[in-house]
């Protein structure tokens, strides 16, 4: 690791998450990081950001001029791949949105152009920072949980009216996103999803192309999981949906976690259900349970959170939140419940990346 | 319809239901209906009915008896069929317990049996007098909630321990119940499921064998279910959860219902979902909603409530709450559930009775 005491970063990309990125480093908001160069193919997106900031209107030559030490990505989703692999290969730390790539094999290539460990590479997951996930995976990993039996998430508060998908050519195609409410809306969730429960073995979903909206991709989806342990997982998402929900329940041996409108509730069982199962001697009285709230814990740390995480990863070394590597579990779960719709069949995971590569393609096409 | 003032009712099978369908009649509970007759194979089940009620250890004596103008089935799943076939051929007015018969063909040639109109044939599905249940039908029914977009039911608060499983060898096994928590506990909600919503085109199920006891039929369940206009359903039931719920959702185009824990709660918003989504010119922002409790109305009826209706049905032509025939509609989802699972493959309904059948026999023999 390189002795240095600022990260000097380069934005590529100033749409709506590059400007909110930039204002917040600008703001002092993430020692140890200064906003060194911008990019964007957009001029008018370059002015306004000072003399100390410079302008590029190509990545690759910002990347290559000596004025930054890492980038943070935040194009289009199809060009975080090549933008990643440009910027790994030249050395720079790398900061990438969600979701890293499109597809699993646009993920195996970003992966595989990450050679250099000293090099540190991220991902823009910021709702890993939400003190209750947070907690919920210490609960897990401890297992005060237990044994998990069942997930069941349901995220339908992504609603968005006909005007926002109208208010882009590329917004809501395959050959623009490479989805729907998957790959724009969802990153986060399945994100979470992953990092708290562990891929799946087998998805079987529903995804329903344009049902509220006049898109070609999916805006509604409904997908059934199962872990490798017996453990199963409903997965619900819309953007057609209000008032909406967020709800994330969990049943265990220990009882059942709900976290919804910003509660978690915890009702804990005093002894594991398996055991009482196994040893009571009547037929139907459930095992006695605590009502419990889980207090909140310190507020989330959001985007700052993770850009304060990379420059300090950077700097000292200090372990990354969300590694980027990680962030092709989310995007494979999202191909898979799309290629599970694709070809009505349930998709066996680890998914192959070249068929749904194929796929994906063939419908962009269209 | 006879001239009568008082329907003499026999009940076959004095297990746990009969002795308390026994006791509520005994107890003056139903109008219009006196307890005639008990049949039971076993002997000491008929003792201490006193004198007015005859005993009878075979049912089809007690049919043949005159001593009866109705008989209530409540004897193991699999004897409902031949026994409400031969009481609707010797003219008797029948009450079945749930489920109307184990599979499909079964309940086709049950209900094939009832060629006389006059002859009153009723299923004790008591909880359609759950006054909640009533309320959210009507509130489909009028358009109230527009149209239904998504039904999720979460039904895990049949918690069963391993000694319930251990208390009689027919229990829980495909020649003895025919299934096992879809059988057994769920016919109630599958029943409700389909009178709220009506018949999905295609279910694709995972069903557990065995999964939190040492049993061969399903303790847990989770079922997608797609219905004929695009509306979405999920239902996932257990014997293995603790404390665990009874969550029914509904997302509507005006807004979203849940019932759980007794409450009936109602998120509606001030214009249908679809027209702000097509008439907004913003991209994010939600219709406003009313958060609304829906009053709780009269208490359940249940049994005697059922009851009571058969007896004003027979007496005064009264509608029936719950006709035998739409019975068939819950066995078919379970068997669906089931046969998805056999088979790994969506299935699509109206399902095959005759092919379901011989799977189940399959397993029954195996």
Same mark, same amino acid.
């Given at each position: 690791?390189?002795?240095?005491?600022?990260?000097?970063?380069?934005?590529?990309?100033?749409?709506?998450?590059?400007?909110?990125?930039?204002?917040?480093?600008?703001?002092?908001?993430?020692?140890?990081?200064?906003?060194?160069?911008?990019? /964007?193919?957009?001029? &008018?997106?370059?002015?306004?950001?000072?003399? /100390?900031?410079?302008?590029?209107?190509? @990545?690759?030559?910002?990347?290559?001029?000596?004025?930054?030490?890492?980038?943070?990505?935040?194009?289009?989703? $199809?060009?975080?791949?090549?933008?990643?692999?440009?910027?790994?290969?030249?050395?720079?730390?790398?900061?990438? &949105?969600?979701?890293?790539?499109?597809?699993?094999?646009?993920? %195996?290539?970003?992966?595989?152009?990450?050679?250099?460990?000293?090099?540190?590479?991220? @991902?823009?997951?910021?709702?890993?920072?939400?003190?209750? $996930?947070?907690?919920?995976?210490?609960?897990?990993?401890?297992?005060?949980?237990?044994?998990?039996?069942?997930?069941?998430?349901?995220?339908?508060?992504?609603?968005?009216?006909?005007?926002?998908?109208?208010?882009?050519?590329?917004?809501?195609?395959?050959?623009?996103?490479?989805?729907?409410?998957?790959?724009?809306?969802?990153?986060?969730?399945?994100?979470?999803?992953?990092?708290?429960?562990?891929?799946?073995?087998?998805?079987? +979903?529903?995804?329903?192309?344009?049902?509220?909206?006049?898109? %070609?991709?999916?805006?509604?989806?409904?997908?059934?999981?199962?872990?490798?342990?017996?453990?199963?997982?409903?997965?619900?998402?819309?953007?057609? &949906?209000?008032?909406?929900?967020?709800?994330?329940?969990?049943?265990?041996?220990?009882?059942?976690?709900?976290?919804?409108?910003?509660?978690?509730?915890? &009702?804990?069982?005093?002894?594991?259900?398996?055991?009482?199962?196994?040893?009571?001697?009547?037929?139907?009285?459930?095992?006695?349970?605590?009502?419990?709230?889980?207090?909140?814990?310190?507020?989330?740390?959001?985007?700052?959170?993770?850009?304060?995480?990379?420059?300090?990863?950077?700097?000292?070394?200090?372990?990354?939140?969300?590694? +980027?590597?990680?962030?092709?579990?989310?995007?494979?779960?999202?191909?898979?419940?799309?290629?599970?719709?694709?070809?009505?069949?349930?998709?066996?995971?680890?998914?192959?990346?070249?068929?749904? %590569?194929?796929?994906?393609?063939?419908?962009?096409?269209?």
């Amino acid at each position: 690791m390189k002795e240095q005491s600022t990260v000097r970063l380069g934005i590529i990309g100033m749409g709506g998450m590059g400007v909110a990125h930039a204002r917040n480093i600008l703001e002092g908001k993430v020692p140890g990081m200064r906003l060194a160069a911008i990019a /964007d193919r957009v001029q &008018e997106r370059l002015q306004g950001y000072g003399d /100390d900031v410079k302008n590029f209107s190509d @990545a690759i030559e910002m990347m290559e001029s000596g004025t930054v030490d890492a980038v943070l990505i935040a194009t289009p989703h $199809y060009s975080h791949t090549p933008l990643g692999i440009a910027a790994l290969e030249r050395g720079l730390h790398v900061m990438v &949105e969600k979701p890293i790539s499109v597809h699993k094999a646009d993920c %195996e290539r970003l992966i595989s152009a990450w050679k250099d460990r000293s090099i540190v590479f991220g @991902a823009m997951f910021n709702q890993r920072g939400n003190p209750h $996930y947070g907690k919920l995976r210490k609960m897990i990993q401890s297992r005060e949980l237990g044994t998990i039996q069942r997930v069941n998430w349901i995220i339908t508060d992504w609603y968005r009216t006909s005007a926002y998908y109208g208010s882009g050519e590329w917004r809501a195609t395959w050959g623009g996103e490479g989805g729907g409410v998957l790959l724009n809306q969802c990153p986060h969730n399945l994100d979470l999803l992953q990092w708290l429960f562990g891929m799946p073995k087998k998805i079987t +979903a529903l995804c329903q192309f344009g049902r509220f909206h006049d898109i %070609e991709v999916e805006d509604a989806v409904t997908a059934l999981l199962e872990y490798p342990d017996g453990a199963t997982g409903v997965f619900i998402t819309s953007t057609g &949906e209000a008032p909406g929900v967020n709800r994330l329940e969990v049943a265990a041996d220990r009882g059942r976690v709900v976290i919804e409108n910003g509660v978690f509730k915890f &009702e804990r069982t005093e002894m594991p259900v398996s055991e009482h199962s196994r040893t009571a001697t009547h037929s139907f009285k459930k095992p006695e349970h605590w009502e419990i709230t889980i207090p909140m814990g310190e507020g989330s740390s959001g985007h700052v959170g993770i850009l304060r995480n990379f420059a300090a990863a950077i700097l000292h070394g200090e372990p990354l939140i969300a590694p +980027a590597v990680e962030g092709i579990h989310s995007v494979e779960l999202a191909n898979a419940m799309l290629y599970s719709t694709f070809t009505q069949q349930p998709v066996e995971l680890p998914l192959d990346s070249s068929a749904y %590569e194929a796929a994906l393609k063939a419908r962009s096409k269209a």
